[in-house]
C-alpha cells in the first residue's frame, strides 16, 4: 500500500495549504482561541513515565551505537544479563568464606610462610574484578618487561617482574611517582623507609621480610 506520490498539482495545493495556514491562524487567534490551542495540561503521571520510558530506551540506543562503534561488546540486555550470570556462578570458593582463617587455609603460601597473592591469581585461587560492574578485562595491561635491578654482590640482584605488577596495578601507581627513570639508586635502606618498592611491599604487598622473594638467588 502506501502513499501516492505527490504530483505536480496536488505539490501546488500543498503548497498552498502550507502558505495560507499559518495566516489564518495568525488572523483566527484571538487570546481565547490561542489558550484553546497551546494552554496544554501538564502531563498525567502516566504520560510522564511513558515519557522518561522513551528518553531511556533513546539514550540505551545511543549507547548502544557508541559502543558498536568503539568496538565494544554490543550485547543485547540479555546477553549482557547471561553474560554476568554466567561470571557470578564462576566466582571462586574464597569469595563464600565467612572469615580469614578460612580464607587463609584457601590460599598458597610463599616460602616465608606469607601469603604468595601471585600464584593465588595464577591458580584461580583469587579472581579481581576488573571493575564493580560490567565487563573490564583484567589482562589488558600486563606488560612483560621483567628484570633484575643489579645488586652490589650478583646474590643480592633483585627481580623485578613489571608483568606481575601490572596484573594488579595501573601503570600510573609507579610512574612517574614512584619510578622516575632509571636514573634512581634504588637501595635497601630507603626501601625499608618506605621508597621505592617499600611504598607497597609492607604495606599491601609482600613484606619486606621476605627477602628471598625479591632476592631470588636467596630462595632454597
Ligand atoms: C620488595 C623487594 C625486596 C625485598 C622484599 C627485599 N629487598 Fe633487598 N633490595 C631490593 C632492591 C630493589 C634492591 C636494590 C637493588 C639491589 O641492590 O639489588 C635491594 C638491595 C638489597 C641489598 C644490596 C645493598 C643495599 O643495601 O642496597 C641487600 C644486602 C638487600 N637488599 C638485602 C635484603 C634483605 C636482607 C631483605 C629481607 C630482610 C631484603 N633485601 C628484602 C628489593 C627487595
Ligand atoms: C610496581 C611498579 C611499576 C608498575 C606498576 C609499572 N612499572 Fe614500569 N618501571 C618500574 C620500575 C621499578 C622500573 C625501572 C626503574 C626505572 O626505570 O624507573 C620501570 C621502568 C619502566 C620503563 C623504562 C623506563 C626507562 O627509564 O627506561 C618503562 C618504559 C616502563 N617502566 C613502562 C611501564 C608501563 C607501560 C607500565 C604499565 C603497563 C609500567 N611500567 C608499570 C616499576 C613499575
Ligand atoms: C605500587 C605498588 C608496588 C610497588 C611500588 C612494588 N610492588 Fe612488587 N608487588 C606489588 C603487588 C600488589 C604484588 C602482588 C601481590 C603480592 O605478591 O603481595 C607484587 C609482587 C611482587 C613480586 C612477586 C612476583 C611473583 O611473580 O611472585 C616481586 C618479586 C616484587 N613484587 C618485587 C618488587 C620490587 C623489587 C619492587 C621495587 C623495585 C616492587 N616490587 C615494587 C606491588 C608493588
Given at each position: ?32 482561541t ?17 515519557a522518561?520510558?522513551?528518553?531511556a ?57 606469607g ?78 623507609e ?27
Amino acid at each position: 500500500m502506501g502513499g501516492k506520490p505527490i504530483k505536480g498539482n496536488s505539490r501546488r495545493r500543498l503548497k498552498l495549504f502550507l502558505t495560507l495556514t499559518p495566516l489564518l491562524l495568525a488572523v483566527a487567534c484571538s487570546d481565547e482561541t490561542l489558550s484553546l490551542f497551546f494552554d496544554i495540561p501538564a502531563p498525567t503521571a502516566a504520560e510522564q513515565a511513558a515519557a522518561e520510558r522513551e528518553q531511556a530506551a533513546a539514550e540505551a540506543k545511543a549507547k548502544a551505537i557508541a559502543e558498536k562503534k568503539a568496538g565494544g561488546p554490543n550485547l543485547t540486555a540479555a546477553e549482557a544479563a547471561a553474560k554476568k550470570a554466567e561470571e557470578e556462578a564462576e566466582r571462586p570458593a574464597i569469595e563464600s568464606v565467612k572469615s580469614w582463617e578460612e580464607a587463609e587455609k584457601l590460599l598458597p603460601k610463599d616460602q616465608d610462610d606469607g601469603v604468595d597473592w601471585v600464584a593465588a591469581l595464577r591458580k584461580g585461587v583469587v579472581k579481581p574484578r576488573a571493575a564493580i560492574d560490567g565487563p573490564g578485562n583484567p589482562q589488558a595491561n600486563i606488560f612483560k618487561w621483567d628484570f633484575y635491578f643489579p645488586g652490589p654482590e650478583p646474590e643480592e640482584d633483585a627481580y623485578f617482574p613489571h608483568s606481575t605488577h601490572t596484573e594488579w596495578v595501573g601503570c600510573e601507581s609507579c610512574h612517574p611517582r614512584i619510578f622516575r627513570n632509571r636514573e634512581i639508586t634504588v637501595v635497601m635502606d630507603r626501601i625499608f623507609e618506605g621508597e621505592y618498592c617499600g611504598v607497597c611491599h609492607g604495606t599491601v604487598a609482600f613484606p619486606l621480610e621476605s627477602c628471598a622473594r625479591c632476592h631470588t638467588a636467596q630462595a632454597e
